[in-house]
C-alpha cells in the first residue's frame, strides 16, 4: 500500500481450516467438528480496503471473474478474498 504496487492478491479463504482437516479425515470425523486456525469469516478484503487499497469479497463462482477484473482494473493495490468451503479437502498429495 505504501507504494501504490498495482498487485492484486487472491485468497481463497477456507478459514484456515485445510491443514487440519486434512489430518483428521484418516481419523474419520473431517468435518463434524471444524478446528479453525484463524478466526472464522476473516475479511481480508476489508483490511485491505482500510489499510487504502481495494477490497472484492467474492461468495459465488459466478462473481470471481468480475471481481478479479475490478480489482485489476482499479490500478491499486487490490485483495480479493473468496470464502471457499471450509470442509473441503484439497488434493496435496
Known amino acids: 500500500m505504501r507504494h501504490n504496487v498495482a498487485i492484486v ?15 483428521r479425515m484418516h481419523m474419520g470425523n473431517a468435518c ?6 484463524f478466526q472464522s469469516g476473516l ?3 476489508r483490511i485491505c480496503e482500510v489499510l487504502g487499497g481495494v477490497g472484492e469479497h467474492v461468495e459465488h463462482a459466478r462473481d470471481v471473474g468480475p471481481a478479479l477484473e475490478r ?9 480479493v478474498n473468496i470464502a471457499i468451503d471450509s470442509c473441503a479437502i484439497f488434493p496435496f498429495d
Request: proline share 3%; net charge positive.
Open 9 to 23: 492478491i487472491v485468497i481463497a479463504n477456507n478459514d484456515g481450516n485445510g491443514g487440519s482437516l486434512r489430518q
Open 32 to 37: 463434524r467438528e471444524s478446528i479453525m486456525m
Open 43 to 45: 475479511r481480508y478484503d
Open 71 to 79: 480489482a485489476i482494473a482499479s490500478g491499486r493495490p487490490a485483495c
